[in-house]
């Protein structure tokens, strides 16, 4: 293969690739990165193990944030029957008015 000076694209470092085109920027940069000494795959899993952490985090606090809005909802619900004299959620919040705890009211 003979070496055109005038293009733009040297055609000779381009043989080893299987088409024509040159490679994409992520091939360039893992090559650059293999160059620079750096670890791509271990980058790779590092953030990926952040995300699903993270993913982890999130939901294990919209979990909490939703079980305590049931728990005032629970709260505001037996403390207004004792107001209004509501036959049903009297009997249903007896074992709150009890132990003054809302969990039980949400095994009934």
């Not at 085109?21 to 791509?40: A, D, F, I, Q, V």
């Not at 909802?73 to 809302?102: F, G, T």
Request: charged share 20%; glycine share 2%.
């Amino acid at each position: 293969m003979q070496f055109i000076p005038n293009l733009p694209i040297n055609i000779k470092d381009n043989i080893s690739f299987p088409t024509n085109k040159l490679p994409s920027h992520y091939t360039y940069s893992r090559y650059r990165h293999s160059e620079l000494g750096t670890n791509h795959k271990a980058h790779e899993v590092i953030s990926n193990i952040a995300v699903v952490s993270l993913l982890i985090i999130i939901s294990i606090a919209f979990v909490k944030g939703f079980d305590k809005r049931i728990e005032s909802q629970d709260i505001m619900l037996c403390e207004s029957a004792l107001i209004s004299k509501n036959a049903e959620y009297l009997r249903k919040c007896q074992c709150y008015y009890q132990s003054d705890d809302i969990k039980c009211l949400q095994n009934y």
